[in-house]
């Protein structure tokens, strides 16, 4: 696969964008697999060359940039609107689990 160490984490996080819309990143991962434009997502997402690029992003992304890098690129907030629901969301978690082994 794609040495994805030589590209800035802000490339990365674009590419992660697109890819998770199924738009294939050609400038990091090469030409488009065969038919990939024939293809429903559901398709694919089945292709094993798909599943080897997301899961090398998967590796070079935490959660927290992926969602940060979706947050500001794919639905054009700012960092700030994605840090206080990144702080709110990990708060609540914290909370139920913690309500969840009290058993309430």
Known sequence: ??????YPKE???QAYC??????WDTEIFGPEPKRWKDMDNKER???PTFRKAM??????????EQSMY?????????YTEWKTWWNSSRRLTKMMVAQHKQGL
């Not at 697109?18 to 738009?23: E, T």
């Not at 979706?70 to 700012?78: D, F, N, P, S, Y």
Request: charged share 35%; with cysteine.
């Open 1 to 6: 696969m794609t040495d994805l160490t030589k």
């Open 11 to 13: 490339r990365l996080g």
């Open 18 to 23: 697109r890819m998770n819309c199924f738009i």
């Open 45 to 47: 997402f089945r292709i």
């Open 55 to 64: 899961d090398e992003l998967d590796k070079a992304l935490t959660k927290e």
């Open 70 to 78: 979706w947050w500001t690129i794919e639905l054009g907030m700012r």
